[in-house]
Nanobody
């Protein structure tokens, strides 16, 4: 069992940065693939980034490559998403998720545990 709690969302102007954090409780965190997803109003949930259990490799959706960085600290049971050069279209609720599967896990239904989400709003 894993419990995930996100933090770090907020309101930022376009071009700015935010850092999201996800704190996990549970003994299986270090072996889990960790991912970030987002859901904008009226849109389907979208994969954003994922990190393998060791921290590498990492995977990103094309629209955030070069702007977002996922990282994890297994000693602290945390995973973060550094978001730079934010755009209005990045506005969404961001969710942290954990999967027991290894490899490039981009599909939400393959994740077993989810956080409650944190709102990110980017203004123009």
């Amino acid at each position: 069992q894993l419990q995930l709690v996100e933090s770090g969302g907020g309101l930022v102007q376009a071009g700015g940065s935010l850092r999201l954090s996800c704190a996990a409780s549970g003994r299986t965190f270090s072996s889990a693939t960790m991912g970030w997803f987002r859901q904008a109003p009226g849109k389907e949930r979208e994969f954003v980034a994922a990190s393998s259990w060791s921290g590498a490799p990492t995977y990103y959706v094309g629209s955030v490559k070069g702007r977002f960085t996922i990282s994890r600290d297994n000693a602290k049971n945390t995973v973060s998403l550094q978001m730079n050069s934010l755009k209005v279209e990045d506005t969404a609720v961001y969710y942290c998720a954990a999967s027991r599967l290894r490899g490039e896990v981009r599909t939400g239904s393959l994740y077993d545990y989810w956080g409650q989400g944190t709102q990110v709003t980017v203004s123009s």
